[in-house]
């Protein structure tokens, strides 16, 4: 795909000071296309993805959403490790559905490692130099001799240090450095990266707290699963729908003729393809009675 990030200095938003002295750090990318081809592809912004209150409380936003890839998790932790935090302060918040805000929001492909790797990486790597400025400014110090470790700023020669969150006010009122020149860390210290981390929201899956899409309803709603033919360009010959049509929550079972297509390579539109078709009260009706055809 190349590269679908072009960072300057003007591609990182300005600092904004939030009540009670937080910080909120965002970056802007270029517009880029995912395999769209010819014309002008979407412009999109991302920011905020790094909060650090007064108190220290450490907020970063997940952007992709999650269906069971992990992506809530290591998206943030690509911030984390730049960043220069422990894993365990960081509070993980899924971003809403914004792509001016948060550029692509997509889940497919197994595209949010490779995509994500270096912008997140340097979004972090800036937010860790610019606290380091506000440090040294504080201190009258060179930022050369400021070091950082776990979520604070630490200058050896005359033993003084200082949290992120005692510093994120300063930092807001300096100017972002150019992406492309932040240093980045030597992989041998990572510390979070490619490390095992329990998924932010293991516990909360497991009993049941989150929302899924076969938990929306709407009055009089109903929920369908289609059978495809398991050769490819195939279609239905015979289906035992009356059979099917008896079992439990069951309103209709439909087979779908296919709609041909254009395309040499693929005999049926996309989506189009030859199928049954079972419409049921409950999604779990639905893929249940499936197993019957």
């Known amino acids: 795909m190349g590269n679908e990030y072009d960072f300057d200095r003007r591609s990182f938003l300005k600092m904004t000071a939030l009540a009670g002295g937080a910080v909120a750090l965002g970056l802007y990318e270029e517009p880029w296309s995912f395999a769209q081809g010819p014309g002008k ?70 595209t949010a490692t490779p995509i994500n790797w270096d912008p997140l990486r340097r979004v972090g790597a800036a937010y860790r130099q610019m606290l380091i400025a506000g440090a040294a400014q504080t201190w009258g110090v060179p930022e050369s001799e400021c070091t950082t470790d776990r979520g604070k700023i630490l200058h050896a020669k005359s033993n003084r240090q200082a ?21 980045l860390k030597d992989p041998r210290d990572y510390r979070i990266v490619g490390r095992s981390q329990r998924g932010v929201d293991t516990r909360a899956i497991l009993t049941g707290v989150p929302i899924f899409s076969t938990d929306f309803t709407l009055p009089g709603m109903l929920n369908a699963v289609i059978q495809r033919c398991p050769v490819f360009g195939g279609k239905v010959k015979s289906a035992n729908t009356d059979e099917v049509t008896k079992l439990p929550g069951i309103r209709k079972v439909v087979i779908i003729e296919g709609t041909l297509s254009t395309d040499p390579v693929a005999p049926w539109e996309p989506g189009m393809e030859p199928g049954v078709a079972i419409l049921a009260d409950t999604w779990w009706q639905a893929q249940s009675a499936r197993k019957s055809l």
């Open 41 to 110: 592809p979407p412009a999109f912004v991302a920011t905020a993805f790094i909060r650090i209150n007064s108190s220290g409380a450490i907020t970063l936003m997940a952007k992709n959403p999650e269906l069971g890839q992990g992506v809530k998790t290591m998206l943030p932790m690509l911030i984390a490790e730049e960043l220069d935090v422990d894993w365990k302060d960081v509070r993980v918040e899924q971003a809403g559905l914004d792509e001016e805000v948060f550029g692509p929001q997509a889940t497919g492909g197994s």
């Open 163 to 183: 949290t992120y969150g005692e510093l994120a006010a300063r930092a807001a009122t300096l100017t972002p450095p150019d992406l492309k020149s932040v240093k």
